[in-house]
């Protein structure tokens, strides 16, 4: 076996396609080792940052995750999406790998990014043939943004946002900004009144509006109602829309099929994240799909021991 094949066995930098609430069917590539973010959320699927970092370096071999790219072609994704367990432009790779995925198919290529480093113009630059691209913004105060995003301590509030303001005049592609809503805390109406006058400045193509769907970094880090997202929706931006809780996709087969064998297992024991990626061999983004699928269908409950998130399924 060459080298290549011994790397492409050991890990595996695409995953899916899997069901996405704003990207349909999304084949998602990982660019950085699990948990490397410049920002610490409170409200993170994944778990809290163990590498909090602003280095941007060469984290992938692009022509193993061009392979594997090209071997998931067939499953005809809607989107192949940089994003992962990480920030994707700490990746010093992006823009070859996109120039490269845009070589081989014409599929379209979104990036998902925290907007952290947008302030700095190599990382504007290296989006800028990407289709879409989908930074976030979870605070109009800086106050807030330290409170909720934890970044890290070279990235301020004001070069965050004048980061999001100058790749929206540069970038000629889709920008949608999403929006991180937490219950009590950028919810007030003075704080959804600092957000809108941030979002006008960037001045996006759609605003999503998101909560917690998911256990979060922090259990303290609650979920908006979805009355209440709707009603703020309205006051936020005029092209806004609430994603939170939309799983109309979950309904494919493939993904009724591996759901179901997340669900065998956790009726077997209880599992974390990590146990049930190295349990059947399926991505660690890819889990936290069928576990969201399924809390909300109550088949499965969490619970924390040793401050690790633990699932199984309802009843056991």
């Known amino acids: ?15 899916g396609p899997v069901p996405s609430r704003r990207l349909g069917r999304s084949l998602g590539v990982d660019l950085v080792p699990f948990k490397t973010c ?28 061009i392979d594997q790219i090209k071997a998931k ?7 192949i999406t940089l994003s992962g367990s990480g920030e994707p432009t700490l990746c010093a790779h992006i823009s070859e790998l996109i120039s490269r995925i845009k070589s081989i198919t014409d599929v379209p290529v979104a990036v998902l990014t925290n907007g952290s480093l947008l302030w ?17 913004l979870d605070a109009g105060s800086g106050e807030i943004f330290e409170y909720i995003n934890r970044p890290h301590k070279s990235i301020t509030f004001d070069n965050m946002l004048s980061g999001l303001i100058e790749f929206s005049k540069e970038f000629k592609g889709q920008l949608w900004l999403e929006v991180f809503l937490l219950a009590g805390v950028n919810t007030t109406e003075v704080q959804i009144s600092k957000l809108r006058e941030a979002i006008l400045a960037i001045s996006p193509d759609r605003v999503q509006i998101n909560t917690v769907t998911r256990p979060p970094a922090k259990e303290f880090a609650q979920k908006v109602p979805q009355s209440q997202l709707e009603e703020i929706a309205k006051k936020l931006y005029d092209k806004a829309e609430v994603i939170a809780d939309y799983r109309h996709v979950h309904n494919q087969s493939d993904f009724s099929v591996i759901c179901g064998d997340v669900l065998t297992l956790l009726k077997r024991r209880p599992c974390s994240v990590e146990d049930i990626s190295e349990g059947l061999g399926i991505h660690k983004n890819e889990v936290v799909k069928y576990i969201e699928e399924l809390l909300s269908k109550g088949d499965i409950e969490s619970r924390l021991q040793n401050k690790k998130t633990y699932y199984l399924a309802s009843n056991c």
């Open 1 to 15: 076996m060459d080298a290549r094949n011994v790397e492409r066995e050991k890990h595996s930098y695409v995953f």
């Open 38 to 65: 410049s920002y610490d959320c409170i409200y993170c699927q994944l778990g809290e940052t163990t590498n909090k970092t602003v280095e941007i370096k060469n984290s992938v071999p692009l022509d193993i995750v």
């Open 73 to 79: 072609l067939e499953f005809k994704p809607d989107y």
């Open 120 to 136: 700095l113009p190599q990382v504007r630059k290296s989006l800028l043939m990407a289709d879409l691209v989908v930074p976030s």
